[in-house]
């Protein structure tokens, strides 16, 4: 368990050195989406690999279509729109610069 525990240490130091080095920010992406998002769409073209898809909306007034996300890059492009990040902004593992 000590390994583990310095093990996420350095990971944790080295991305924040690396954020603070590049000016990035940390984002997170998340596990599952609503469909109505478009994150899984034409994803899987030639019917290969099924879209895990549940119900979910415990106290909402309207629950939704819940997807895993199946391409976490694909999601990285919506949110660099999303975020306003200008041209040559981009992102780097989990990380944007806007």
């Known amino acids: 368990m000590d390994m583990q525990r310095a093990v ?11 954020c603070r080095a590049l000016n990035l920010e940390m984002v997170q992406v998340p596990l599952i989406v609503d469909r109505a ?6 994803l899987d ?3 290969s690999s099924a879209l895990v898809e549940f119900p979910c909306g415990v106290g909402l007034s309207e629950p939704i279509q819940a997807q895993v996300v199946q391409a976490a ?3 990285k492009r919506m949110a660099l729109v999303k975020f306003e990040c200008k041209p040559g902004g981009g992102h780097l593992h989990g990380h944007a610069r806007c």
């Open 8 to 18: 996420f240490g350095v990971k944790r130091h080295t991305e924040e050195q690396l």
């Open 37 to 42: 998002s478009g994150v899984n769409v034409y």
């Open 45 to 47: 073209r030639n019917g």
């Open 73 to 75: 890059t694909k999601w």
